[in-house]
């Protein structure tokens, strides 16, 4: 069994409900056992600045699926969730943005996949919900929280708990 971390976007629709049914997806689909999961974050555009907030959130599993099996399956969620990789703009609006952020220790370097997510570091949209379930995990040889002093989080919000 592989320990996968997952961030989860969005910012068209009710992207919380949309997160609900994608991680109930992503369990059964990879046949996955949720262990965290983070609060949700309204967290400010990032790339294309001209759009409405997105929400943020984080998920670690465990799953027999291995890391390009997983990342298809996660790809194939999106899909069935309304987003289209081919036709969208980068960084731009989305239903439900799925991205692999880490699989055990696994070093991957290829054009399909790349784990640890490669911008992993640069995103305080990502690192703030992750230090929430996985502060002390470490990813290229640090942990979440020391990452998160790093980079700004001004603008990003922790939401209420869904009622």
Same mark, same amino acid.
């Given at each position: 069994m592989g320990n996968a971390l997952i961030a989860l976007g969005g910012n068209v629709g009710d992207v919380r409900a949309t997160f609900e049914k994608a991680?109930? #997806?992503i369990c059964g689909m990879t046949q996955a056992a949720l262990l965290a999961? *983070?609060?949700?974050y309204a967290t400010p555009p990032w790339g294309e600045r001209d759009q409405d907030r997105f929400i943020n959130a984080c998920i670690e599993i465990e799953t *027999? +699926?291995?890391?390009h099996a997983l990342l298809f399956t996660l790809h194939k !969620?999106?899909?069935k969730f309304g987003r289209d990789r081919a036709r969208e703009q980068r960084w731009g609006p989305r239903t439900l943005d799925l991205d692999l952020i880490a699989y055990d220790d696994a *070093? !991957? #370097?290829q054009s399909d $996949?790349? $784990?640890p997510h490669p911008r992993l570091f640069e995103r305080a949209f990502v +690192?703030?919900?992750l230090a929430e379930i996985a502060a002390d995990r470490v990813i290229s040889g640090r942990t979440v929280r020391d990452a998160l002093k790093d980079v700004s989080s001004d603008g990003i919000e922790k939401l209420p708990e869904r009622g």
């Open positions: 991680i109930s #997806n999961r *983070s609060s949700d *027999s +699926l291995d890391p !969620i999106e899909k *070093s !991957i #370097n $996949l790349t $784990l +690192l703030v919900p």
